[in-house]
């Protein structure tokens, strides 16, 4: 159990030797009360809900950093729309991670059908279509960011 300290208004809770507090408008406070409450035990899930900066490095295994500047891909920085997203959806920046070579699951993109395809290109500048892809059945073109559920480690 992490020790924490929860109110109507805001959390404390001890994590990876330091003390985390969230106020009540921050946009995981409800998550974080619920999983405190059951009794959860990960820390570092606590702390990525908690930071997202925490939380955006976890999901590129630190290729990406979000700070104060914006958001940086192995030291080159992303436009502000890749920032939004960062601060939005965090754990969807692991599509930063998608290299020309790779093999990617796409499911639910609404140009293309669902299956496996080997990314050809990405663009950094497209924070909505990074990736694009090509198939063994003759689907070649971008696809949505948020469509690619899984890179496919061989």
Request: net charge negative.
């Amino acid at each position: 159990m992490i020790p924490s300290i929860i109110t109507d208004t805001s959390i404390t809770f001890i994590a990876q030797g330091r003390p985390w507090v969230l106020a009540m408008d921050h946009p995981r406070f409800g998550e974080v009360k619920e999983l405190l409450q059951a009794g959860e035990a990960d820390a570092d899930k606590l702390v990525c809900l908690a930071d997202v900066r925490v939380a955006v490095e976890a999901a590129t295994d630190g290729a990406a950093v979000l700070n104060e500047d914006g958001l940086f891909l192995n030291g080159e920085k992303l436009s502000e729309a890749w920032e939004q997203k960062a601060q939005a959806a965090p754990d969807a920046m692991k599509v930063l991670l998608v290299s020309p070579g790779d093999r990617v699951r796409v499911q639910g993109d609404p140009d293309a059908p669902d299956g496996i395809y080997t990314v050809g290109d990405v663009d950094n500048a497209d924070a909505d279509k990074r990736v694009y892809v090509e198939s063994d059945e003759d689907f070649f073109g971008f696809v949505a960011n948020t469509s690619i559920i899984e890179i496919i480690k061989e």
